[in-house]
C-alpha cells in the first residue's frame, strides 16, 4: 500500500471523515484480549481525537521513514517485526481504534504489511464510572494518580516485592512500598478508593492487579488524556455525579493530602514532607485525625 505523503494525508483525511462521529468504543473481552496478538492493517483506523489525524500536525513522515528502515532491517533477521505492539480498542461499526502507534501502523502500510502486532485494551467508559457510583454503598472516597502516586520504576528502592512467578510476567507494574497496607486501611475504615492513570491499560486489568495484594480497588479510570471530549459535557456530567454520591474526596499525592468537602467545597492540606518508606503510615496517620476531629 505505497503511496506518496499526500496520497495518504489524503487517506487518513478520508479515514478521521468516514469513522469520527460514527465510532463507538466496545469491550473487547478478556478472550478476545488474551487471544488477539495480530490485527490486520486495514481493520486499524486511526484515532480522530489523536494528533497524528490533525490537519495542523498530522503525520511526521521523518518517524514513519525512520520505523519503515527498523521493519525492513527486523525482517531481514527474523520473521517478526514491530517488537512493540500498537495498542487498540475495539469498536463499532468495525475493527479497532488505534491509541498509541499510528506511526509504526503508517510504516506498515506504506510497507505493504497485511498485520502487524496489537494489544487490546477496555479502557474505562462513562457508563463504567456510572455504574461504579450506583453500586458503590460508601460516602467517602480516596483519590490516587497511579502515574505519579502508586506505580514506581524498577530503579527505586522503595518498591513492594514483585509477584511470585508467573504473575510477575503478566502484572508487571510495581508498587510503591506500603500500598497495599495503605489500601488494606482505607478498604477498612470504608473510603471507595478511585485510581486513575493516563496509561492504556484495561480497567479490569488494573483491578486484578491489586487483588493479587490482597486488596480492592473501587473505580481504575484509565487513559484520561485520551480524548479532547472528557474535558466538556460529559466530564462536568461525572464530576457532578461524583460530588453528589461522596460527601468527601481524599487526594493522596506524593507529599500532600487534600480533604475536600463536596458540598461546602471547603478543604484542607496537609504535609507529609519528603517521600520516605514510612509515607503510607504517614498517610494513615493524617487520616486518623479525620475520624478524632469529627
Excluded at 494528533?51 to 531481514?76: A, D, H, L, Q, T
Excluded at 504489511?113 to 485494551?121: A, D, L, N, Q, T
Excluded at 497495599?180 to 480497567?203: C, E, M, Q, R
Amino acid at each position: 500500500m505505497a503511496r506518496t505523503d499526500s496520497a495518504f494525508d489524503e487517506f487518513i483525511a478520508g479515514e478521521v471523515k468516514k469513522y469520527k462521529g460514527v465510532y463507538v468504543p466496545v469491550k473487547a473481552g478478556m478472550l478476545r484480549r488474551a487471544l488477539i496478538r495480530w490485527a490486520p492493517c486495514a481493520s486499524l483506523h486511526p484515532n480522530p481525537d489523536d494528533e497524528f489525524c490533525s490537519p495542523k500536525v498530522g503525520p511526521n513522515y521523518r518517524i514513519i521513514s525512520e520505523y519503515m528502515n527498523s521493519f525492513r532491517m527486523e525482517r531481514r533477521h527474523s520473521k517478526q517485526y514491530c517488537e512493540e505492539p500498537l495498542i487498540v480498542e475495539k469498536i463499532r461499526p468495525d475493527g479497532y481504534l488505534i491509541l498509541n502507534g499510528h506511526h509504526r501502523w503508517a510504516a506498515a502500510l506504506r510497507l505493504g504489511f497485511s498485520r502487524i502486532p496489537v494489544e487490546i485494551v477496555d479502557l474505562t467508559q462513562e457508563m463504567d464510572i456510572k455504574a461504579i457510583l450506583k453500586e458503590s454503598k460508601h460516602d467517602k472516597r480516596v483519590s490516587l494518580d497511579l502515574d505519579e502516586v502508586v506505580f514506581r520504576s524498577e530503579k527505586n528502592a522503595l518498591l513492594e516485592k514483585p509477584l511470585p512467578f508467573p504473575l510477575r510476567s503478566i502484572y508487571k507494574q510495581r508498587l510503591r512500598l506500603g500500598i497495599p497496607a495503605l489500601f488494606h486501611y482505607l478498604n477498612k475504615k470504608g473510603y471507595d478508593i478511585w485510581v486513575y492513570t493516563a496509561g492504556y491499560y484495561s480497567a479490569d486489568y488494573i483491578q486484578r492487579l491489586f487483588r493479587k495484594y490482597h486488596v480492592h480497588v473501587t473505580g481504575a479510570v484509565t487513559g484520561t488524556g485520551r480524548k479532547a471530549a472528557d474535558t466538556g459535557a460529559v466530564r462536568k456530567e461525572l464530576e457532578t455525579m461524583i460530588a453528589a454520591k461522596y460527601l468527601e474526596t481524599v487526594h493522596i499525592d506524593n507529599e500532600t493530602v487534600l480533604r475536600i468537602f463536596s458540598r461546602t467545597r471547603e478543604a484542607a492540606d496537609y504535609d507529609l514532607g519528603p517521600a520516605q518508606a514510612d509515607w503510607s503510615q504517614r498517610v494513615m496517620d493524617v487520616m486518623e485525625t479525620f475520624e478524632r476531629h469529627e
